[in-house]
């Protein structure tokens, strides 16, 4: 399958710092990524869709001012988490869609965000 | 919007065993249901899925069969092995998935 990366795998930060983490498709161009939230034996939630070359669709009841995502490229999709509170720390997991006909979802590794 | 339900969320078989997971969807219009299998601490791997024009799909142990009519649809792990020991995610949707709450299956050696 194809691969997507995201970086860091993991991070501690301070609450009031932001934190970016990066989601980059190694091998195929992804017009369209999405980022997640998992909590603990929990299942993916959606909290934006991420569009090249456009604005970030969030999903209801997610800050779009705290959850900054930027598309810039075909392959790069960025979320900022805007001035960390502990109640942010959780797992953030983004996916990248193939595109050109049956599409397909591929997730990167994911960053455990704690804020202390 | 889409909603998918999914059972059971725990399943504990013998290994060798076969392992059924059901995810019911609402929303008509989806046309993409994929399965991922989750590692503890790992991300999702796609395992398999199927369109809305195909009844049934198999790959080696791992089938998936589709109800359109009755917005279900269904994984089936056959001779399992303890390294399906995972959890196992539907997801339903067409240009947005939603994903079910998961199953952790837990095969016994």
């Known amino acids: 399958g194809a691969v997507v990366s995201q970086h860091p795998s993991w991070v501690i930060c301070k609450s009031g710092t932001s934190v970016k983490i990066e989601c980059r498709s190694l091998?195929?161009?992804?017009?369209?990524m999405f980022w997640y939230r998992q909590f603990p034996k929990q299942s993916l939630m959606l909290m934006a869709t991420?569009?090249?070359?456009?604005?970030?669709?969030?999903e209801q009841g997610v800050e779009k001012d705290k959850f900054l995502i930027n598309h810039a490229s075909l392959t790069l999709s960025t979320l900022t988490v805007t001035s960390a509170h502990p109640e942010d720390s959780s797992f953030y997991i983004c996916?990248?869609?193939?595109?050109?006909?049956?599409?397909?979802?591929?997730f990167g590794s994911g960053t455990q965000l704690s804020v202390l | 919007g889409e909603n998918v339900e999914q059972h059971p969320s725990t399943l504990s078989v013998q290994e060798g065993d076969s392992a059924v997971i059901k995810c019911t969807y609402s929303?008509?219009?989806?046309?993409?249901f994929p399965w991922y299998k989750q590692e503890l601490g790992k991300r999702p791997q796609l395992i398999i899925d199927i369109r809305s024009n195909v009844g049934e799909k198999k790959d080696q142990r791992i089938a998936v069969t589709l109800n359109k009519t009755a917005k279900h649809f269904s994984l089936h792990i056959t001779e399992t092995q303890p390294e399906d020991s995972a959890v196992y995610f539907c997801a339903a949707g067409g240009n947005k998935l939603v994903f079910g709450a998961g199953t952790i299956l837990r095969v016994k050696s």
């Open positions: 991420s569009n090249e070359g456009s604005k970030a669709t969030y």
């Open positions: 929303d008509s219009a989806s046309n993409y």
């Open positions: 996916s990248a869609e193939t595109t050109g006909g049956n599409e397909k979802l591929f």
């Open positions: 091998d195929f161009q992804a017009t369209t």
